[in-house]
């Protein structure tokens, strides 16, 4: 069977042939490839040749992790990455080898590769995680002819990331922002982000229909997708989120009939890069505060909330990340009572040793967390 694909670089064909239970797959750039490998492959299925051996290249991998991640829906910037990454690192390492026949040591042998040629720790990460994902296609679609067993990434660490320290404003130069900009029409965008830690591309979707002004409830379902260019209807984890917008907010946020409320002067959408390009960095000079990027207007609220007393397991859920530990890896800091009531979290009292996360020590109504697993204990004092 021979299957069109459509990409950026023009039309492929990936041609699939049946095989004791398994679904041998190549790429090809013309439709008579295709065909002449079909061909190939079914008359030594034919003829009963129990080896049907192909070399397999990482170009011919990549591709159909691609065909995987476009079915999914992987956003623009994460294949963009993905994308550059293959080209200016994996690609060059692998050439056109044979992967069937790469051992772990091979596979090792990339990372001294990019070490030597000064690649930092995190984009080896990245790269590690891309191949690893890549592997993992081909595994579980016994793709190539079920050739891939296992993952040999599964084996080799990531490599250790020294923290960088996350850009946000202080609470001056946030008021100093506001105030600075406060007649000028990117004011309810920049103030809603800060006030809500919302990315930019889901502030960017807001639609009316997503906002009840009485309550002050926003359905957090849609994003500006800068690939398509134009609002979808999911978020970057792929999860509806609930949030409440304050009413600082609400007396300045626009109203709108059909599409996006927040748009320029002439009624035209605001994109993702045009608010990074030309809108912030206008508004930032303007307060002559240091130029921020979207992302540390979010990083900006959920730097403030932790540190006015507010604790990482909301945080997580108003920022809608999968996990609390994304929350944790990049914000726990800021909270020093966070700190504080991790380390209550194994208390001794007599020959008892009990899970407590209230700093009032109660014992007598246990609730079980689903998420962590620990039986919580409140109620009455032991004091």
């Given at each position: 069977?021979?299957?069109?694909?459509?990409?950026?670089?023009?039309?492929?064909?990936?041609?699939?042939?049946?095989?004791?239970?398994?679904?041998?797959?190549?790429?090809?750039?013309?439709?008579?490839?295709?065909?002449?490998?079909?061909?190939?492959?079914r008359f030594r299925r034919d003829q009963n040749?129990?080896?049907?051996?192909?070399?397999?290249?990482?170009?011919?991998?990549?591709?159909?992790?691609?065909?995987?991640?476009?079915?999914?829906g992987r956003s623009y910037s994460t294949l963009r990455t993905h994308r550059f990454n293959f080209k200016n690192h994996i690609v060059k390492f692998y050439g056109t080898a044979d992967m069937t026949k790469v051992n772990l040591e091979e596979h090792q042998a990339l990372f001294n590769f990019l070490r030597k040629n000064k690649v930092s720790a995190a984009t080896r990460n990245r790269i590690r995680a891309l191949i690893k994902v890549i592997y993992s296609v081909a595994v579980k679609g016994q793709l190539f002819g079920g050739a891939f067993k296992s993952n040999p990434f599964d084996a080799i660490e990531p490599a250790h990331e020294p923290k960088d320290e996350i850009d946000f404003l202080t609470q001056e130069d946030t008021q100093q922002l506001l105030e600075a900009n406060k007649n000028d029409e990117c004011y309810p965008l920049i103030l809603t982000i800060l006030r809500t830690g919302l990315r930019i591309g889901e502030a960017l979707g807001i639609h009316e229909e997503q906002v009840d002004r009485r309550t002050g409830m926003l359905i957090v379902n849609r994003q500006f997708d800068k690939s398509q260019n134009k609002v979808v209807k999911r978020t970057k984890g792929k999860r509806s989120r609930v949030i409440y917008l304050i009413d600082e907010v609400l007396s300045v946020l626009p109203t709108s009939s059909s599409g996006p409320i927040f748009r320029k002067k002439d009624g035209s959408k605001i994109s993702s890069d045009y608010f990074l390009k030309f809108i912030l960095p206008k508004a930032c000079a303007r307060a002559n505060v240091k130029k921020i990027n979207p992302h540390g207007l979010r990083h900006t609220f959920s730097a403030h909330y932790l540190m006015s007393g507010g604790n990482i397991w909301d945080l997580s859920k108003i920022l809608g990340h999968h996990s609390v530990?994304?929350?944790?890896?990049?914000?726990?800091?800021?909270?020093?009572?966070?700190?504080?009531?991790?380390?209550?979290?194994?208390?001794?009292?007599?020959?008892?040793?009990?899970?407590?996360?209230?700093?009032?020590?109660?014992?007598?109504?246990?609730?079980?967390?689903?998420?962590?697993?620990?039986?919580?204990?409140?109620?009455?004092?032991?004091?």
């Amino acid at each position: 069977m021979i299957s069109v694909i459509k990409t950026k670089n023009g039309t492929k064909y990936l041609a699939r042939v049946r095989v004791r239970g398994q679904r041998p797959s190549k790429i090809f750039e013309t439709r008579k490839d295709a065909e002449k490998w079909v061909n190939f492959i079914r008359f030594r299925r034919d003829q009963n040749i129990n080896h049907i051996s192909v070399p397999v290249t990482i170009q011919q991998m990549f591709e159909a992790y691609c065909e995987f991640a476009e079915e999914k829906g992987r956003s623009y910037s994460t294949l963009r990455t993905h994308r550059f990454n293959f080209k200016n690192h994996i690609v060059k390492f692998y050439g056109t080898a044979d992967m069937t026949k790469v051992n772990l040591e091979e596979h090792q042998a990339l990372f001294n590769f990019l070490r030597k040629n000064k690649v930092s720790a995190a984009t080896r990460n990245r790269i590690r995680a891309l191949i690893k994902v890549i592997y993992s296609v081909a595994v579980k679609g016994q793709l190539f002819g079920g050739a891939f067993k296992s993952n040999p990434f599964d084996a080799i660490e990531p490599a250790h990331e020294p923290k960088d320290e996350i850009d946000f404003l202080t609470q001056e130069d946030t008021q100093q922002l506001l105030e600075a900009n406060k007649n000028d029409e990117c004011y309810p965008l920049i103030l809603t982000i800060l006030r809500t830690g919302l990315r930019i591309g889901e502030a960017l979707g807001i639609h009316e229909e997503q906002v009840d002004r009485r309550t002050g409830m926003l359905i957090v379902n849609r994003q500006f997708d800068k690939s398509q260019n134009k609002v979808v209807k999911r978020t970057k984890g792929k999860r509806s989120r609930v949030i409440y917008l304050i009413d600082e907010v609400l007396s300045v946020l626009p109203t709108s009939s059909s599409g996006p409320i927040f748009r320029k002067k002439d009624g035209s959408k605001i994109s993702s890069d045009y608010f990074l390009k030309f809108i912030l960095p206008k508004a930032c000079a303007r307060a002559n505060v240091k130029k921020i990027n979207p992302h540390g207007l979010r990083h900006t609220f959920s730097a403030h909330y932790l540190m006015s007393g507010g604790n990482i397991w909301d945080l997580s859920k108003i920022l809608g990340h999968h996990s609390v530990r994304v929350t944790e890896k990049y914000y726990a800091h800021f909270s020093h009572e966070h700190v504080r009531n991790r380390m209550r979290i194994i208390e001794k009292t007599g020959n008892v040793i009990r899970a407590s996360f209230w700093p009032d020590r109660s014992i007598k109504q246990v609730n079980k967390n689903e998420e962590n697993g620990i039986a919580f204990v409140r109620g009455s004092s032991l004091n």
